[in-house]
């Protein structure tokens, strides 16, 4: 009798000590933490800031390393020729280019306003073994942008210089892609560099100058749009054209529409 009392005993331990590791392990798989990373980013493009930019993105994970982007940029109304970074960039690139005047090409620089916005979609794919956007990327996107200028031509007449006010509206669509490199920093600091982007499209717009250009003679005229297609010459090829009349300027734009892209932001995760 004895000796079955400590059999039961003993089997009830087991079964006991049996079901207690099952729940044990069983709560344990249900606590393990699953790999968490912040969904949404908003950032700020800082580098822009030294062309006068305004440039915002917002981030969010489609997945556990592909993202979508959208992005907006402004430029407000600008004089070109007050942009000290370009101003280093056409010495550099002109022999001729005299800081005084700042002509560049044959176009003065400190006539020249522009005011332009973008808007961008972009596909991201990070590498890397952590999850979220974070790591190298590679990027897909497509952009569209919009660029109205004014330009003020002195042009010298027969009896004088003329002052010719002149004004476009171009648009532009294009697509391209990017590499670069994404840091989050306390979980919610995001540094992200763009090391280089490249993009091509297509523009086209209106030029257009309501200036009365009757008082000018005809070799005077001639001598108007001799000046603006030098101005507007591009090789070989023909992307823009233009008329002078007594009524003023007009002209057609359509090429092609190519840039590069690199820069700095910074944001917050979330």
């Not at 010298?156 to 003329?162: H, I, T």
């Amino acid at each position: 009798m004895r000796n079955r009392i400590l059999l039961f005993l003993s089997m009830f331990f087991l079964v006991t000590n049996a079901d207690a590791q099952t729940a044990d392990s069983a709560t344990s798989l249900q606590k393990a933490p699953k790999p968490t990373y912040r969904k949404n980013l908003v950032k700020m493009n800082v580098t822009a800031l030294l062309l006068n930019n305004y440039s915002f993105s917002y981030e969010r994970l489609l997945t556990r390393k592909i993202s979508f982007t959208a992005g907006y940029r402004i430029m407000p109304k600008t004089t070109i020729g007050e942009i000290s970074l370009l101003n280093k960039v056409y010495e550099k690139i002109d022999e001729d280019y005299v800081d005084g005047s700042k002509e560049f090409v044959g176009v003065d620089l400190n006539q020249l306003e522009v005011k332009s916005s973008a808007i961008t979609a972009e596909f991201r794919f990070y590498t890397g073994k952590k999850p979220g956007a974070r790591g190298f990327y590679f990027s897909l996107y497509g952009k569209y942008a919009d660029f109205k200028s004014n330009y003020n031509l002195d042009f010298e007449s027969s009896n004088g210089n003329v002052m010719i006010p002149m004004s476009a509206d171009n648009k532009a669509f294009a697509g391209g892609f990017s590499f670069g490199v994404q840091w989050q920093i306390a979980k919610r600091v995001a540094i992200d560099l763009t090391i280089l982007g490249a993009h091509y499209g297509t523009l086209k717009g209106d030029i257009v100058s309501t200036k009365d250009l009757s008082g000018l003679s005809p070799a005077d005229k001639q001598d108007l749009q001799d000046q603006l297609d030098e101005m507007l010459d591009f090789g070989d090829r023909t992307y823009i054209t233009s008329s002078v009349s007594n009524q003023g300027i007009t002209g057609t734009m359509k090429g092609p529409f190519a840039g590069l892209k690199t820069g700095i932001s910074i944001g917050i995760a979330f």
